[in-house]
């Protein structure tokens, strides 16, 4: 398997504009995570599905974040409308058959700058 | 998820061996203590993670105390390309809750 695939690598946008980030999970794997990385508050969990249901949403941050899982290899984060503190590296993770141990696959991220 | 207390920044050098504390006082007895790793712009990388017992795998070995507040990760012999941030997280592998975690400096 060629481990989780996020796109795009890097993103530049206008603030104002809308942004989509896309994640490919692991084959198999039936929980998926959406995490950002910002220098000033880390790595931080926005929003995590099973099953491709979203469980928990509490870290993301308003309502111009919102996040889809249309079905067990695709997920989407879109930024609606984009800030220039949004700018951050947004990060997937998957995993599978969740007990409290099983280890968590990150991708290589998405470096999103809103100017 | 319990918080974790880590050291900011660690030093080692080369092919030597590195302990890497971490405390997690407020751990309740069903939580796992995973340890990750975040290498120069990538993302994090799993390390290893246990709940009770010493546990061992091919990158690392992790010593966890005997009340379970408290664990080292080590490394037996550091190459340069260990060099990362490592983070120590105590609770459900669904919610992992990054703390800043420390920064490992490996010396040539």
């Known amino acids: 398997d060629a481990g989780v695939i996020q796109s795009p690598r890097h993103e530049v946008t206008e603030m104002g504009q809308e942004v989509t980030l896309r994640c490919k999970p692991i084959?198999?794997?039936?929980?998926l995570f959406w995490y950002r990385q910002t220098m000033m508050r880390g790595l931080e969990l926005l929003i995590y599905?099973?099953?491709?249901?979203?469980?928990?949403d509490s870290g993301m941050p308003e309502d111009r974040f919102s996040a889809k899982m249309p079905n067990a290899s695709f997920s989407t984060l879109k930024i609606q409308p984009s800030e220039p503190r949004d700018s951050a590296v947004y990060f997937c993770?998957?995993?599978?058959?969740?007990?409290?141990?099983?280890?968590?696959?990150f991708g290589q991220g998405t470096r999103l700058t809103v100017v | 998820d319990a918080k974790t207390t880590q050291p900011n920044s660690m030093e080692s050098n080369e092919e030597e061996p590195v302990h890497l504390p971490c405390n997690h006082s407020?751990?309740?007895?069903?939580?796992?203590i995973h340890w990750y790793r975040q290498l120069p712009s990538q993302g994090p990388e799993y390390v290893i993670h246990g709940l009770t017992s010493n546990v061992n795998n091919r990158m690392a070995s992790l010593a966890i105390a005997e009340d379970r507040k408290s664990s080292t990760l080590i490394l037996h012999r550091a190459t340069l390309r260990d060099a990362a941030v490592y983070y120590c997280i105590s609770g459900s592998a669904r919610q992992l809750t990054f703390g800043s975690g420390t920064q490992l400096t490996v010396l040539p």
């Open positions: 599905f099973n099953n491709n249901v979203p469980i928990d």
């Open positions: 407020t751990i309740s007895g069903t939580d796992y």
């Open positions: 084959s198999g794997h039936d929980y």
């Open positions: 993770a998957s995993s599978s058959r969740q007990v409290r141990g099983t280890e968590a696959f």
